[in-house]
């Protein structure tokens, strides 16, 4: 059974970054894809970011340029860079696993994190 802890949440001005992670464990599988998604007050959760066993990238149109997504193999952890945050990336945002498969393809996605609270102001 997956397992995925995230971390980095917080507050931040209009234009700061912050950088969030999510440490996995319990992986059984050969393939997989790792997600980033968010869900803000009042709106369904949507993907913003992914990024399969061989480190292809996969982002929303509303975070290209600004987020990457990245992986340490070493550490089972992977990290949601955010720069240039506005407050519309006011959200909880959330880790997800599946196994394998068309990374950006969010609706496949069945292993959750409990989510980190992300406030831009």
């Known amino acids: 059974h997956v397992q995925l802890v995230e971390s980095g949440g917080g507050s931040v001005q209009a234009g700061g970054s912050l950088r969030l992670s999510c440490a996995a464990s319990g992986y059984t599988y050969s393939s997989y894809c790792m997600g980033w998604f968010h869900q803000a007050p009042g709106k369904e959760r949507e993907g913003v970011a992914a990024?399969?066993?061989?480190?292809?990238?996969s982002y929303a149109d509303s975070v290209k340029g600004r987020f990457t997504i990245s992986k340490d193999n070493a550490k089972n952890t992977v990290y949601l860079e955010m720069n240039s945050l506005k407050s519309d990336d006011t959200a909880i945002y959330y880790c997800?696993?599946?196994?394998?498969?068309?990374?950006?393809?969010?609706?496949?996605?069945?292993?959750w994190g409990q989510g980190t609270q992300v406030t831009v102001s």
């Open positions: 990024i399969d066993s061989d480190g292809s990238t």
């Open positions: 997800a696993a599946k196994s394998g498969g068309n990374c950006g393809d969010w609706a496949q996605y069945d292993n």
